[in-house]
């Protein structure tokens, strides 16, 4: 008897030393679930270029004459107006020349044409008549007859009559034109400089309009339709700026797995360079709420506290924008942990910060 109350107090004793280590309570940003009506949108940032933008290039060898208006960066031409003017005075010198010789060669051959094709005589005599050597050649006489064109070929009219027009031709490309309102960027060349063919003068842009090139994700491509407008938001010059879809390209970025969208903007402040961005609103989603992509697990599933402990819970993703995700599946009032969690706190005790 004795020995076994000496037992049953041994292990009362050795009950007393087991002490119970509690569980450390881990703190997290937390937010409260409050679901309702959300609009995905497609964020649309790009720089603004202009739509028409030719480079000033000489095609002929000369020295630049002044114009009256100075060619330098910033300066504003019409559509039609000078820009550039070569001296062509020798070339011009030289067209006189050839067609002064062209049409002593077409007096020679005129009584052969009168005695030889008297229907084709007047036609003639009226284009040799109408020729100013000051001026371009008019256009030559209709042919009607084999036999006169192989006359007036072995007199050399025809190939006469066609380099002339080359050089007349040459001629023009002395004077370069703007070839629609807008205003020279990177001038290169100033009044007294000899310029030779392929030597590039400047640059040349539309004032009109411009354009912005964006990207988008092929999910988000869908939601945009030709012709649609909306606002853009130009900070450089603190406004809004309407914007309408125009064109997307075809080929999809292998690395950023985006797709070029352009857009044409018009305003009267807007310069090339400039930045600006929007936000279009697409679709809408019931019951749902906004979130960053970063708290959605590779499962779709989120970290939540319930009864003091985190715990998961699936959630359907319905649209993605470019940091954030529009989920459905929580109910309003959960608590939604905000801050990324380790997988190995699932099943610890937490609360709220």
């Known amino acids: 008897m004795v020995a076994l109350v000496l037992v049953f107090l041994q292990c009362n004793s050795k009950e007393e030393k087991v002490t119970t280590i509690p569980q450390a309570v881990?703190?997290?940003?937390?937010?409260?679930?409050?679901?309702?009506?959300?609009?995905?949108?497609?964020?649309?940032?790009?720089?603004?270029?202009?739509?028409?933008?030719v480079n000033i290039v000489a095609e002929v060898q000369g020295v630049i004459k002044s114009t009256g208006q100075n060619f330098e960066d910033g300066e504003r031409y019409r559509k039609g107006q000078l820009i550039i003017d070569i001296d062509d005075i020798e070339l011009r010198y030289n067209l006189r020349s050839q067609r002064s010789q062209f049409v002593n060669k077409l007096v020679k051959v005129m009584s052969d044409i009168e005695l030889d094709y008297p229907d084709e005589f007047n036609n003639w005599k009226h284009f040799l008549s109408s020729i100013n050597v000051e001026k371009s050649l008019p256009s030559l006489p209709s042919q009607t007859s084999d036999q006169l064109r192989f006359f007036l070929s072995g007199r050399s009219i025809f190939d006469?009559?066609?380099?002339?027009?080359?050089?007349?031709?040459?001629?023009?490309?002395?004077?370069?034109?703007?070839?629609?309102?807008?205003?020279v960027t990177q001038a290169s060349a100033d009044v007294g400089d000899l310029v030779s063919p392929g030597a590039r003068l400047g640059e040349f842009i539309s004032t009109e309009s411009y354009e912005?090139?964006?990207?988008?994700?092929?999910?988000?491509?869908?939601?945009?339709?030709?012709?649609?407008?909306?606002?853009?938001?130009?900070?450089?010059?603190?406004?809004?700026?309407?914007?309408?879809?125009?064109?997307?390209?075809?080929?999809?970025?292998?690395?950023?797995?985006?797709?070029?969208?352009?857009?044409?903007?018009?305003?009267?402040?807007?310069k090339s360079g400039m930045y600006v961005e929007g936000a279009l609103a697409t679709s809408a989603f019931e019951k749902a709420i906004r979130v960053p992509k970063k708290l959605i697990s590779r499962d779709n599933k989120v970290y939540l506290i319930k009864e003091e402990t985190v715990v998961t819970k699936p959630v359907t993703v319905v649209a993605v924008e470019e940091?954030?995700?529009?989920?459905?599946?929580?109910?309003?009032?959960?608590?939604?942990?905000?801050e990324q969690v380790k997988p190995s706190q699932f099943g610890t005790k937490a609360k709220a910060k």
């Open 26 to 53: 881990k703190e997290f940003q937390t937010q409260k679930v409050a679901s309702e009506m959300v609009r995905s949108t497609v964020n649309l940032t790009g720089r603004v270029i202009p739509t028409q933008q």
């Open 160 to 183: 006469t009559y066609y380099n002339i027009k080359s050089q007349e031709e040459r001629l023009s490309k002395y004077r370069l034109y703007a070839p629609f309102d807008g205003v």
């Open 212 to 270: 912005v090139v964006t990207a988008v994700s092929p999910s988000d491509l869908s939601a945009l339709q030709l012709g649609q407008e909306f606002q853009l938001y130009a900070s450089s010059v603190d406004k809004n700026v309407p914007a309408k879809f125009k064109q997307n390209g075809e080929n999809l970025n292998a690395t950023t797995q985006s797709i070029n969208v352009y857009l044409s903007v018009r305003d009267k402040q807007l």
């Open 323 to 338: 940091n954030m995700a529009i989920i459905q599946g929580l109910d309003d009032g959960e608590v939604l942990i905000i």
